[in-house]
């Protein structure tokens, strides 16, 4: 050791194989272990530490001199240096040392394969690590030129990676460690152009509890109080976006009761016209009150002909409840019968869909609903337009399509029902308006069919 006092600081740098070039402070120094190991480099230029130090001597030349062929040199060397070492293991620090120079190289001449490039070193770092204490450093300085891309090339793959690498980087590093807090600040910046691109407030929120965390784990006074302005700046961020949505939602909400007020004075201008069309209505059926009297025979008897279709479904739903065996003969029994003869064939169908209907609120089987609409339908089709007894069949009809689509979450039921609905309505009161014609006591207008007030329920 005392031997090593009375040395130049130049030979007590060789001697000692020292990589911090930075303790050179004189140019001849720099030049002498320069000038050492670029021979030591061409006597082995299989030795990867030679080609190393060569780099790292011509880096720290360049950063003094300006000079761009010291680093163009330094990057040549970091390369031998990559390509001489055998172990993949022992070559994540050249990779390191090769991708800061290209990313220097990049800063001075802006070619973006230097960028490029040295994202690979750094991906490449990365991958040949075996322990994830040593990966920190390569991580943060992947996610640093990750960064840079984005700010050159504005491609946010670049930017997700750069969060991605910074999220690894703190998450590999203790907090014992003093390069954490230069790591949480990173991704807190990161996070923050993102938000700015984007405008994730979960973003924000990371980067703000990145910067707070970065901020209690700065020893240095300085430091930490510049991270401490950088963290109210983040929070006055986060406050001005809270009131942008809360005026935003504001906003929203004014809208939506404008759009509300304006729908119900539509609403109300389309009832006043109705109320209208149906005063006309109301005069043009007292006028023809007179010929109602001849139909009102066949309306009576088309609301007895309800109401025992009702009783008989109501029948039969009984039947169905006490017995499933009941269920499985009834139905082939009244197909059979259906098949057999013509004589109130509508009315059986009807009664079969009940049935059919019933068996399915029993054991939730979609087929018993399908055969049941389709059994409607068919009854429907086989009642003429003429029929009193139609509008009520429409009815029957409209109430299994919008019970299949309150069970299967069928919009597409929903509208047919509806359109179901519709169609008995209009028959209703054409119909209503022959009876009326045949009526020798004149109805009032308010005598609107429950078919019609049952669709405007809807």
Request: charged share 30%.
């Amino acid at each position: 050791m005392l031997t090593d006092f009375f040395l130049i600081p130049s030979d007590r740098f060789i001697r000692k194989r020292t990589t911090d070039f930075t303790i050179l402070k004189k140019r001849e120094e720099l030049e002498i272990v320069v000038n050492y190991y670029q021979r030591e480099a061409e006597k082995t230029p299989k030795n990867p530490f030679n080609h190393q130090q060569v780099g790292s001597g011509l880096e720290e030349r360049f950063r003094r001199s300006g000079n761009v062929s010291d680093l163009h040199s330094a990057i040549s060397n970091f390369q031998m240096a990559v390509r001489a070492t055998v172990d993949d293991v022992e070559k994540p620090p050249h990779l390191h040392r090769l991708g800061c120079a290209l990313q220097i190289r990049f800063g001075h001449l802006k070619i973006l394969a230097d960028l490029d490039d040295a994202i690979s070193s750094f991906q490449m770092a990365v991958r040949l690590t075996p322990n994830n204490a040593d990966l920190p450093p390569h991580l943060h300085r992947l996610g640093w030129v990750l960064r840079i891309r984005f700010e050159r090339l504005n491609n946010l793959a670049d930017l997700d990676g750069a969060i991605s690498n910074f999220q690894l980087a703190v998450r590999f590093t203790p907090d014992s460690n003093p390069e954490k807090p230069l790591f949480l600040g990173d991704l807190g910046d990161v996070h923050m152009i993102r938000f700015e691109c984007l405008h994730q407030p979960t973003d924000l929120e990371i980067a703000i509890s990145s910067t707070r965390r970065a901020s209690e784990l700065t020893p240095d006074q300085h430091q930490r109080m510049l991270r401490a302005a950088r963290l109210k700046e983040l929070e006055q961020v986060n406050a001005k976006r809270i009131r942008d949505e809360w005026h935003a939602a504001e906003a929203r909400h004014r809208e939506g009761e404008h759009i509300a007020a304006e729908v119900r004075r539509i609403e109300a201008q389309r009832i006043e016209k109705e109320r209208m069309a149906a005063e006309a209505r109301r005069l043009e059926e007292e006028r023809l009150a007179a010929e109602a009297r001849r139909l009102e025979e066949e309306r009576l008897a088309a609301e007895a002909r309800r109401l025992e279709e009702e009783r008989l479904a109501a029948e039969a739903r009984r039947r169905c409840a006490r017995s499933q065996t009941n269920l499985e003969s009834m139905i082939p029994f009244m197909q059979q019968s259906i098949e057999l003869t013509s004589e109130d064939r509508e009315d059986r169908l009807i009664i079969l869909g009940e049935v059919l209907q019933a068996r399915f609120h029993s054991l939730d089987e979609a087929t018993d609903m399908e055969n049941a609409i389709s059994t409607y339908q068919k009854a429907v089709n086989l009642t003429p337009d003429q029929h009193p007894a139609k509008s009520t069949r429409l009815v029957v009809l409209g109430d299994a399509l919008r019970s299949r689509s309150r069970r299967f979450e069928s919009v597409g039921d929903l509208n047919s029902a509806i359109s179901s609905y519709r169609r008995a309505a209009n028959h209703q009161e054409a119909f209503l308006k022959q009876t009326d014609r045949s009526s020798s006591t004149p109805k009032k207008s308010g005598a609107v069919s429950s078919t019609t007030v049952y669709l405007k329920n809807m």
